[in-house]
């Protein structure tokens, strides 16, 4: 059983440090917020994510997982580190290396021994070189390391499940003996047949840019025939499902809605693309998957603007779903933003609602009505519109909405209500791709 530290306990490092304890490894979590590490110590999970409460307890209550703001202890007392902080966007779009470099640095200040450094934070192609090269620069004794780059490809919301069943486990490093040492880490998946990929560092740091900015393409592509399946009279609904069937496509991914968000796709298209642009390569697919989805957002503004009679102003809303997905309390570049912010722009009031992410939007907007249930925020609201594809609202009484509300408008952004039912109760609606009015 090898001695892990991991850097950084935001969903990624957390996530993993839960799981790789539960493989057995003995796991420091270390994060510079005394805070997070005070809460984490007192069973608190910081964040929202099915399964990790428990796993993170089962672990911590074997022994095996342990939370410390102590970096330099954890970097010297362990044999692999993990660094897994945060890399967000900058104004210009390239991703910010100031958490990684300061990382680094700490790091190369306090190698005492042979380890193994692993990056897990989604970098640009060609950071590994340059964290390396900082490593160099603080180790002053000159102890020997190896370097590799491990990404991750969790999915908020079903991240604990995504961590112990991956698809694939991807290890970039130049060298076998740091492979042999990262195949001890993910043994127990070995031993269950997931596939373990060993690659150079820049191919898998690529192998996660190209990946998630291919699934952002494929969004935008589907919610682009959408929008032309609507005013063609084609239903996108039998269109994807249909089109799933041919293998090469798959059905996954081609669910249209209100544009992605989220803290990976928006970050790491933009990252790849001022990448490219940096390199003189033209990346036009991926610049126009991020269009597409500025677009999609506000098209379904003016989707909801179209059903209340083409004016916010004096309109109360009722916004069911602020997360950017479901499962997840995380709001960020959630296309409910958006919508959120064009309606108080225009004059109209907002009642919102979501099983969990009330509290993340608030700090956004902290000046709007959040209710405790979806009925709450329908009461005597003007329209409705469903930004988010929680369980919950898919099994929503059609009936009881229309009691609730002074005007049966609904908007749909996740197709998640039948037509039928809608024209049955005699709805004011519109969705993404299908019938409407
Ligand atoms: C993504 C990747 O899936 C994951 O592998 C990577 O490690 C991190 O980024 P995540 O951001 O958690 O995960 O969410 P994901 O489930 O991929 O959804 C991203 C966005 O696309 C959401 O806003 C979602 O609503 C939207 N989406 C997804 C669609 O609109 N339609 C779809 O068919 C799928």
Partial sequence: MKNIAIIGTGYVG????????????????????????????????????????????????????????????????????????????????????????SVSEVIGENLNNYKVICTKSTVPIGTGNHIIDTIKKYNKKKID?????????????????????????????????????????????IINNKSLVHTNVPTAEMIKYASNSFLALKV??????????????????????????????????????????????PKDTEALVSLSKKEGIQLKTVEAAIEANIFQKNHMVKK?????????????????????????????????????????????????????????????????????SWEEACKDADGVVIMTEWNEFRGLSLEILKSLLKEPVLLDTRNIFSIEKLNEFNFRYDNVGRKHL
Wanted: aromatic share 8%.
């Fill in 304 to 372: 909801m603007k179209k059903l209340m009679g083409g004016d916010f102003s004096s309109k109360k809303i009722a916004v069911l779903g602020l997360a950017f997905k479901p499962n997840t309390d995380d709001v960020r570049e959630s296309a409910s933003i958006d919508m959120i912010q064009e309606i108080i722009n225009a004059g109209g009031s907002i009642k919102a609602y979501d099983p969990i992410a009330n509290i993340s939007m608030s700090a956004i907007f902290p000046d709007i009505d959040y209710y405790e």
């Fill in 14 to 101: 957390l996530v993993s440090g839960a799981g790789i304890s539960d493989f057995g490894h003995k796991v420091t979590c270390v994060d510079i917020s005394k805070n997070k590490i005070r809460l984490l110590n007192n069973n608190k999970i910081p964040i929202y994510e099915p399964g990790l409460d428990e796993l993170v307890k089962k672990n911590m209550s074997k022994g095996r997982l342990i939370f410390s703001s102590d970096i330099d202890n954890a970097i010297q007392n362990n044999e692999i580190i993990f660094i897994a902080v945060g890399t967000p966007q900058k104004e210009n779009g390239e991703a910010d290396l100031s958490y990684i470099e």
């Fill in 220 to 265: 935008s592509y589907i919610n682009e025939i959408a929008n032309l399946s609507e005013v063609l009279g084609a239903d996108i609904h039998q269109v994807a499902k249909v089109m799933g069937q041919d293998g090469r496509i798959s059905p996954k991914f081609l669910h249209p809605g209100p544009g992605y968000g989220g803290s990976c796709f």
């Fill in 145 to 189: 390391f190896d370097y590799v780059s491990n990404p991750e490809f969790l999915r908020e919301g079903s991240a604990v499940k995504d961590f112990l069943w991956p698809d694939r486990i991807v290890i970039g490093t130049e060298k076998q003996s740091t492979f042999n040492i990262m195949k001890e880490v993910y043994r127990s998946l």
